[in-house]
């Protein structure tokens, strides 16, 4: 299956149906009077978050979704039947946005959770609600309200606990495929991860959700290589692992760079913990190792982790103080308001 993280679709709720003109006539019931229903309610537009979706590659070939207008409604006072809701499916960490691209309408971050997007058109009136003491025999008939339309935009952002970022062939998803179930490419030639990959880590009891990106290069924000599209998907995680290539010419460089290309991107992304790993130490002798993190510990780099992915070295240290960031965000998340529902 294609991953697809962004899409622009247009919506529209049904329209109301149409009152009726109507007027009984029974036998042995002289000046029988109207009797015409109203018209049927449109449907509604709603978005609904489905934690079986993991892309929007349904709205790729499909962009124009109606719902079902309302019926008309008829004699003996019968009221046209409601258009069904349209529901649109969408993974889980799904954005709803207006057609700006900037306007936020609706964060579908609970599993399961369904928002009404768009009100269907209220039904007319029929003949029988216009009668009055000085009309008996009203005509009149009212058509159903038009419903809603917009273009808006579908954006996923991947809920996840950790994010992996660094430079092309950082190492991140053999950290990926070293301590989760998932099969990411690895090669040994840049941008090998064309798209985000999630894994889960299963760590003392606990279980974390780790999200691999493409690498980032200088540039990256101005669209440079894959650009900075998908550091979307790491906006939600609670700490961010920034690996660093041991064997690089120059590490300090390759930091800075990504640092730089996290606080152009902006959104937080480089105000977030971050967890600095300088990867493939199984490559070089322990002086060359001890050399590399002095260079970093200069430039500022409080605290390093020294990994293999290959042998496992320092990966259950890494994993734990990942853990340890990811229980303060949730404890600091408990303890906020809950958001008033918009629904």
Known sequence: MRFLDEAKIFVKSGDGGQGCVSFRREKFVPDGGPNGGDGGRGGDVRVRADPSLNTLIDFRYRQHFKAERGRHGMGSDRTGKSGAPLVLDVPVGTQVLADDRETLLFDLTEPGREVRLLKGGDGGFGNARFKTSTNRAPRRADPGWPG??????????????????????????????????????????????????????????????LADIPGLIEGASAGTGLGDRFLGHVERCAVLIHLVDATAADVVADYRTVRDELAAYGHGLAAKPELVALSKIDALGEDEVDARAAELAAAGVARLFRLSSIVKTGLPALLRAARHEVDRARAARATEPAPESVE
């Open 148 to 209: 809603e339309e917009m273009w808006i935009w579908l954006r996923l952002k991947l809920l996840a606990d950790v994010g992996l970022v660094g430079r092309p062939n950082a190492g991140k998803s053999t950290l990926l495929a070293a301590c989760t179930n998932a099969k990411p490419k690895i090669a040994d030639y840049p941008f090998t991860t064309l798209t985000p990959q999630l894994g889960v880590v299963e760590l003392d009891h606990d279980a974390l959700v």
